[in-house]
């Protein structure tokens, strides 16, 4: 599972190229992650998370010390 946030579960979504004659074709909306290291104080450790942009907001809004037990609650091996 490549393309897929580790923090929020945002995955590829599907939809059309749509031409000026309004031919549709498939096309592919990726979620904009990126590879991420972060300190994690209590612990005193560096972890690498892939996150999208929007879960770099939510980390920093939460603190990553809570996301990162809410992922090891929901069984995430971090």
Known sequence: ???????????????????????????????NLQKKRFFLAEEDKWITLKVSADAIRTINKKGLFAVVKELR????AI
């Open 1 to 31: 599972m490549a393309r897929v946030c580790q923090v929020t579960g945002k995955k590829p979504m599907t939809g059309h190229h749509v031409s000026h004659s309004n031919i549709k074709t498939k096309r592919r909306f990726n979620p």
């Open 73 to 76: 609650e929901s069984g995430v």
